[in-house]
Structures are given as structure tokens and as C-alpha cells.
């Protein structure tokens, strides 16, 4: 039996086979693409046309050239008018009246009266000069026809011809009747040419003075980048500054604003001018628009500086030739003069070019030192060239502590005393214990003699916000970091500077992103020099400068991070700072790290021999006699008092309360025992050698056996 399948869904596949149906596709016809009409071909032809550069550079060009004559006849017609009135007077006395200065104001009023009395003399000799022409005319020829008479006579008695009485008279007449008909030649030419030469007088006039919109003028001249400045141009960058007094005072002043600017002197790679500012303007009005400003004089914000001289109302501004302070600077005196010595007493370091393109050179004697700035900035470079310069001065004594320690100061081992390099917490007791150290010497020297001279003993702190925030306390529980009057470096370097300078024991620091936690006001306040690098906002300018130095005009809060690397604000009477200003922007020279280690060869050849000491972990296990061989260093021999002072600074707990006793209890039976030299105890570097090399032998044979 057949079951029949009743299949519920239609088949969606089509069949396939003999039996497949044949399907026909058909394909509709295009629809048909209406014609662009004519109106619209000519519209998008026409737009392109006008749109095109070469006709729009055309269209400006005429619009230009067309625009220089109108520019060029209304600057013809205001000099007449100014020659011809008192309109340039009047405008030059509203120019003194807004600027405050009456006595300027009278004095081109008595001139302007001179100008009209002298006007209303000519105005009047007009009255009469008519007559006085006819009868100047009348007598001219009469006396001009009688002196041709008696020449004809002359000429008439010489050739025995009464004709040649006239002839004089003759020449004249045709010579007169030559010119008339060269003036009835040239005179209808003239008629048609002379309009043509009046306006090409008036293009010259107004292309000259570019009296055209900016939109019409070249591209060149339409940027005015970098072009030279011009009293006009620093009155209307000043007139567009945004300030409305300034404003309506130039304003008021007409073309006479110029008479607020001084001489506009050439200054390094720049200019310089003194602005007197009108009545009601202060001068930090101006100096808080000068990023405006400088845009307005087509330059850069750090190509425009603003400082405050001596005169009363009056700013002073620098202004960069565009593009010149980023240009590299030369090489230092110390990498290229290996003669150079240093002078620490009455000798100035080196330190780069003021903005004018001048050296910029540091007295360095009996001033405390503060640089700071934002991280990777030059600080290091800029505090390590100074100490070099210093270092070839054999009489100054370093003690130093960098508190970063990748090696920045390494070249200064065996020409400082002392050199603790490293980040921790350790490194920052050692650091602290040497700045205390410094403290007793300095009190020792205080209590010497009165007149007694002491060569300079520079204690050198880097990274010194590390210092200062360091948390760890000593065992009274006293904390090495802060601003307390128990923190113990904060109080080593108040006592330095407070009395420090007077013994010739200084500190200089660097600092990172100064703040109150890690650059406390006291201490900050204390340093003689005060320089800073590129910084974040204005409160760290005055944490860094003071003041007196940033509302005098010093905004190392300008400088560009990274751009402006190595540029200093310097705030100090060590250095020549122009008169009336509170800082000098210096650009220091940079020297690397290969060429401060040549400088410091130079330095440890001028030396008898200084004996470094490092920074040494606590709990280290000690070798005495490998300790004193390290202190004693390269000298031929040292006094036994200072390697127990030596050896105390290497390591305190281990040595702290060594006597001589001690010392010669170690030495005894080595070969190396302390001996008298000119009647003094003390140790040879020669025999501690060989002492040591006894030990190594004995100890490889030992091993051996």
C-alpha cells in the first residue's frame, strides 16, 4: 500500500534536472540620466573660475596696486595738510597731555603760536606783493631792455653798424618766440602724460608705505613674520594690547604715540625700548598681556621679555629677532681655554650670555647659592659648571652630596674631600652628618682670631629635596627631613647661612619643583644667588626668586620646558644685572659630562693630592688597615691627628672613638707605623702600600699552602 507524503511547507530550493524549469532574468532598461542643465555647467565653470588661486592672486594684485594710489594720495594730502596747518602740533600736545607730561605739551604749543605768527607774516607780505611784483616787473624790464640797448651799442660801435643796436634785442625776442612754440610741442603730450605721472608718483608714496588692507598685500608682507620693528609697530601692538586706557590715550595721540617710545636700541639678537605709559596705566597691566603682546609684534611668547626699569610708569621691552633664541649659544671658556684659572675671591665664573649676547659672568665670593627648576631642565649642568670653574682654585675645599647619584658629580673624586652619591635614605644621614660637620668647622673658625683668613670650604648639595622630605628619624627620635627646628638638615643649613659666609664655609643647593615641603621659605630666603629654570606656575617663580625679582619682571614660569633647557632667571648682585632690573635671563653653556672630566684632570693637576672620601654602608664589615691606606689617599704622608679625622668621616661607629693608641695598635709589626717628619706624627703613604702587598702575599701563599 502507498502512504501518501503530504509535505506542509513549500519546497524552497529549486529543482533541479531535466525537469528544471527554464527561468528568464530580465533585466529592466536603465533609467534615463536627465541632462545637466546649461545654468548650472556655467554656475559650477564660473565658480571655478573665480575661485581659482591665479585669479584671486590677480584679483589682488589689482586690488592692491589700485588701493596704493587712494593710499598714496590721502598720505600726499595729510603732509600738505600738516605742512600747511598746525594739525601735526595739535596732534603732538594731546600725545604729551595723555602721557602726563605738560611740559612737553607747552612747548609744542609755543610752537605752534611761532607756526601761526609766521603764517598770518607770509599771509600778509601777500597783500602787498602784487604791487611790489608789478613794480619788481616794470623795473626788471626796463632795466633789462636798457642794458640790451647799451650792448647793441657796444656791438654797434665795435662793428661800425648801426643795425647791430638791435640785435641784443633781437636774439632775446626769438629766443623767447623758441621757447613759446617747444611749449606749444611739449604742452599737449604734458596734458596727456602728466595725470598718468601723478598717479605713478602717488602708487610709489602708498607702496612704499604698504597703504593697502592686509587682504590685498603679498603673503610675505601679510604674515610679517619676523619683520623689523618699528616704532609704529610697537604702538600698535601696545594699542591692541586690550588695555582701555592705553587705548584711548594712543588713540588721542593720533600718529604721535611714537612719543611714548624711547630709542629703539640694537640689543645682542634683539632690540630694546622703553615705553612711558600714559596716565592711568600701570605697568603690570602690560606685563600680564605679554603673550598678546608679543603675538601682536609677530613674534613668540619667549622672544618678548617685560621689565620694570627705574623711571617712573615705564616698561622696558626686549624684544628677540625672530627665531634667534633657539639657536645654540658657544662652547664654555672652561672646555675651550685649558689655561683658564679660577679666582675664588676676586675672580667671576663663566656662566653663559645674557640676552644681548654678552657674557654673563658670577661672582661667586662669600654667597650662598639656590638652583631650581623643573626636572631635566639643566640644573645639574648649570650648578656642576660653577663648581668646576671653582675646582681650579686649589686653595677652595669641596664636601658634596649628590642625592640622585648616577655619576653627575663623579669626576669631582680626588678634588672633593667628600663625596657621597645615592638616592636613600642612608646617603641622606651622611649628607646631613657632612652639612653638620661643615657647622662645627664653621664655628671653630669663628671662634679664631679676629682678622684671620680661611680658604673656602663649599659644602654642595644636589637633589636637596630629597633632604628635605626624607621621613627617617635618629635615635633622640630627631627627623633628618622637614622645616622644624628639630629637623636636622633644615637647622645644618640655617646655621650655614646664617653665619657661614663670614668664615668662607658656603652652601650651595639644587632643587627639583620647588614647593614648601621640599624647599622650606628659610632656607630658600638664605641664598645670596637665587637662579631658576623653566617652572610651572608664578607661585613657584616667587618660591624660587622672591618677590621683589618676579614683580620686577622674572618669570622663569615662561620659560618653555625642554625648549629652554639650560636658560636661567637669575636674581643676585653677583652678577651685572641692567640698572633699574631686578634679574637677568642668562643661557648657560652647557658642558657635557666627558668634557667636566677634563676640566676636573685640569684641576687635580694644579693639587698636591685630595683624599675622597665615599659614603661607605652601615654594618659593612671593616678592614682597618685597607681604611687608613684609603684615606691617606695619594699624598706622601699625612698626619696621624687627621687620618683619625678621616677615618671617623668614613665610617663614625667604626672609628667614632678611635685614639692614637688604637691607630698604632693596628699598624704595629706592618711595616707602616706612624713615624716623625719635622716633628709631627704622622703616616706614610709608601710604606702602607707595601704593607698592604706584604699582607696580599702572605695571604695568596697561605692559600696556597
Known amino acids: 500500500m502507498t502512504e501518501n507524503v503530504i509535505h506542509l511547507h513549500k519546497p524552497t530550493d529549486p529543482p533541479t534536472g531535466e525537469n528544471a524549469p527554464t527561468v528568464l532574468t530580465v533585466v529592466p532598461d536603465p533609467a534615463p540620466v536627465a541632462p545637466v542643465p546649461l545654468w548650472v555647467r556655467s554656475g559650477r565653470a564660473i565658480k571655478t573660475a573665480v575661485t581659482h588661486e591665479r585669479t584671486t592672486t590677480t584679483a589682488r594684485a589689482v586690488a592692491r596696486h589700485s588701493l596704493y594710489v587712494a593710499g598714496g594720495a590721502r598720505i600726499a594730502a595729510r603732509r600738505t595738510w600738516d605742512g600747511r596747518t598746525t594739525a601735526r602740533y595739535e596732534r603732538y600736545m594731546r600725545a604729551a597731555e595723555a602721557a602726563g607730561n605738560m611740559e612737553a605739551a607747552a ?11 609766521a603764517r598770518h607774516r ?11 611784483a608789478a613794480k619788481g616787473a616794470l623795473v626788471g624790464t626796463g632795466m633789462g631792455i636798457g642794458g640790451l ?56 608714496v602708498g607702496s612704499k608705505q604698504h597703504a593697502a588692507p592686509a587682504w590685498a598685500l603679498p603673503a610675505n608682507t601679510r604674515s610679517s613674520e619676523g619683520e623689523p620693528i618699528t616704532p609704529s609697530i610697537v604702538v600698535k601692538a601696545l594699542r591692541d594690547l586690550g588695555v582701555a586706557p592705553l587705548r584711548g590715550a594712543i588713540k588721542e595721540m593720533g600718529d604721535a604715540g611714537a612719543s611714548m617710545l624711547g630709542p629703539i636700541r640694537i640689543a645682542g ?40 626699569p627705574q623711571a617712573a610708569r615705564t616698561v622696558r621691552l626686549w624684544i628677540a629677532d625672530s627665531g634667534a633664541l633657539d ?11 685649558d689655561t683658564l684659572k679660577a679666582d675664588y675671591a676676586k675672580g667671576r665664573a663663566p656662566w653663559g650670555q645674557d640676552l644681548r649676547g654678552d657674557a654673563a659672568s658670577l661672582s661667586l665670593y662669600q654667597r650662598h647659592l639656590l638652583i631650581t627648576g623643573l626636572s631635566n631642565q639643566g640644573k645639574t649642568a648649570a650648578l656642576r659648571a660653577l663648581a668646576l670653574w671653582l675646582s681650579l682654585d686649589r686653595s677652595v675645599e669641596f664636601w658634596m652630596g649628590d642625592l640622585k647619584g648616577v655619576g653627575d658629580w663623579a669626576m669631582f673624586d680626588g678634588l672633593a674631600t667628600k663625596l657621597i652619591q645615592g638616592p636613600t635614605d642612608d646617603h641622606v644621614i651622611q649628607v646631613t652628618e657632612m652639612l653638620e660637620d661643615a657647622v662645627e668647622e664653621m664655628n671653630r673658625r669663628l671662634q679664631a682670631p679676629p682678622g684671620t683668613e680661611f680658604p673656602l670650604l663649599l659644602a654642595v648639595v644636589d637633589e636637596a629635596q630629597v633632604a628635605f622630605m626624607c621621613p627617617v628619624k635618629d635615635e633622640e627620635k630627631r627627623p633628618y627631613g622637614g622645616s622644624s627646628s628639630t629637623s636636622r638638615y633644615f637647622m645644618a643649613a640655617r646655621k650655614i647661612h646664617n653665619q657661614g659666609r663670614a668664615v668662607n664655609v658656603l652652601l650651595w643647593q639644587g632643587t627639583q619643583d620647588p614647593t614648601d615641603q621640599n624647599l622650606p621659605k628659610l632656607v630658600r630666603e638664605g641664598a645670596h644667588t637665587r637662579a631658576s629654570l623653566a617652572l610651572g606656575t608664578e607661585a613657584q617663580a616667587r618660591m624660587a626668586l622672591g618677590d621683589k625679582a618676579v614683580d620686577g619682571g622674572a618669570a622663569p614660569n615662561l620659560l618653555r620646558p625642554g625648549l629652554d633647557k639650560g636658560t636661567l632667571v637669575i636674581a ?44 661607605i654602608e652601615r654594618g659593612e664589615e671593616r678592614d682597618p ?10 699624598a706622601a704622608r699625612v698626619r696621624t691627628m687627621d687620618v683619625l ?16 693608641i688604637d691607630l698604632k695598635r693596628v699598624l704595629d709589626g706592618t711595616g707602616a707605623e706612624p713615624y716623625k717628619s719635622d716633628g709631627v706624627m704622622v703616616i706614610g703613604r709608601d710604606r702602607l702600600a707595601r704593607a698592604l702587598a706584604n699582607r696580599d702575599d702572605e695571604g695568596s701563599a697561605s692559600a696556597d699552602g
Open 572 to 615: 643676585s648682585d653677583g652678577i651685572e644685572i641692567p640698572k633699574g632690573q631686578s634679574s637677568i635671563t642668562v643661557r648657560t653653556h652647557y658642558i657635557s659630562t666627558d668634557d667636566a672630566k677634563e676640566i676636573a684632570a685640569r684641576a687635580r693637576a694644579l693639587r698636591d693630592g685630595v683624599t675622597t672620601l665615599h659614603v
Open 625 to 634: 688597615l685597607a681604611d687608613i691606606a684609603s684615606v691617606v689617599g695619594t
Open 269 to 308: 639678537c634683539g632690540v630694546e625700548v622703553d615705553v612711558t605709559l600714559p596716565s592711568g596705566v600701570s605697568t603690570n597691566e602690560v606685563q600680564k598681556r605679554r603673550r598678546k603682546l608679543a603675538e601682536n609684534l609677530t613674534r613668540h611668547e619667549h622672544e618678548v621679555f617685560i621689565t620694570i
Open 107 to 117: 612747548e609744542w604749543e609755543e610752537r605752534a603760536q611761532r607756526f601761526r605768527d
Open 122 to 132: 607770509r599771509r600778509m607780505d601777500l597783500l602787498h606783493s602784487p604791487v611790489d
Open 149 to 204: 640797448v647799451a650792448l647793441g651799442v657796444v656791438l654797434a660801435i665795435a662793428n661800425k653798424d648801426v643795425s647791430d643796436v638791435i640785435t641784443p634785442i633781437a636774439a632775446v625776442i626769438e629766443f623767447i618766440a623758441l621757447m613759446i612754440r617747444i611749449v606749444q610741442i611739449v604742452w599737449g603730450p604734458a596734458l596727456t602724460i602728466g595725470p598718468f605721472l601723478a598717479l605713478l608718483a602717488l602708487w610709489a
Open 327 to 337: 639657536e645654540p649659544i658657544g662652547p664654555s671658556p672652561l672646555v675651550t681655554d
Open 645 to 660: 679625622t678621616r677615618l671617623t668621616a668614613v665610617n663614625a661607629d667604626a672609628y667614632g672613638k678611635w685614639s692614637f
